[in-house]
């Protein structure tokens, strides 16, 4: 899987640079040279909240300019097609290609990125992860605060299951996709050696199952449709679960050297290859 990657690291530093994608990496920037929390916790400060919620906030835009291009893009086409005297001819070129689980279609070959872009359920894709990203940032927010933690757990959960049903479509086939089982089991079995209470215990398995079921579609996705585009959501589904997990480890069982930082570098990194997935 790591040699399929790789052959697309060209076209992914490429999106990685792209200037509009430039204003993320200038709103974390600032984030962390205003509060550096990468050196120790913030806590009650609703403005460094804010702060820390703008990068996401700006993904967030992202993925809706994106999608307001698709809708108007899929307006124009069928305005279009309606009106064209070859109508079966675009109808049975449009149905060409490997089907999605749920039944629709996606074109074969070299140009999956570009087909991913255009295919009309790109919308759909676009909408569910941008509520994705609004509701993580809530959860960015809420961790910002002392006792709000639970709260911060149930609002990525629900960003996860937001980013899941965004890529669960695009799963044809599973093979290392299966190995964020056993990640899962290991992974939790770490954080309740901690000191969970019962009700730690049952959230943090709950998100365990949503967040390791992200990862399971972001790579499954990328094993049915190989593309930078696919391989941004796997890449960054691995990174959501690292960064994660180090949250809840240093909450419950045991602070970690540059724990601080290895968090907060993991989960922008993951939420910048998550949103340059979308298409």
Not at 45 to 53: L, S
Not at 145 to 169: D, N
Not at 186 to 198: A, E, R
Request: hydrophobic share 45%; aromatic share 14%; glycine share 6%.
């Amino acid at each position: 899987m790591a040699a399929s990657i790789a052959r697309f690291v060209p076209q992914m530093l490429a999106r990685l640079t792209q200037p509009r994608i430039l204003p993320y990496y200038i709103l974390f920037s600032l984030y962390l040279y205003l509060y550096k929390p990468y050196t120790h916790n913030i806590e009650n400060d609703i403005i460094a909240a804010v702060f820390k919620a703008l990068p996401v906030w700006y993904l967030a835009f992202f993925v809706n300019q994106k999608r307001k291009a698709a809708s108007q893009n899929q307006l124009n086409i069928s305005t279009i097609s309606e009106s064209s005297s070859t109508q079966n001819g675009a109808s049975s070129s449009q149905r060409k290609g490997s089907d999605y689980s749920d039944g629709t279609t996606l074109p074969d070959g070299d140009n999956t990125d570009s087909s991913l872009k255009t295919h009309p359920d790109s919308v759909r894709f676009q909408s569910f992860f941008m509520l994705g990203l609004l509701v993580s940032s809530s959860g960015d927010i809420s961790l910002e605060f002392k006792g709000c933690f639970e709260l911060g757990v149930l609002f990525f959960g629900i960003a996860q299951i937001l980013y899941l049903y965004a890529m669960k479509p695009l799963r044809r086939k599973s093979k290392f996709a299966w190995l964020v089982i056993p990640l899962n089991v290991v992974l939790y079995s770490t954080l309740i050696t901690g000191s969970l209470t019962n009700v730690d215990i049952v959230l943090a398995g709950l998100y365990s199952v949503l967040i390791h079921s992200m990862m399971f579609y972001a790579i499954s996705s990328f094993e049915s449709l190989p593309s930078p585009l696919t391989a941004f959501s796997a890449l960054g589904a691995s990174s959501f679960v690292l960064s994660d997990f180090l949250i809840g480890y240093t909450h419950w069982c045991a602070p970690l050297v540059y724990g601080e930082a290895i968090i907060m570098f993991s989960y922008y990194i993951a939420q910048v290859l998550l949103t340059l997935g979308v298409p």
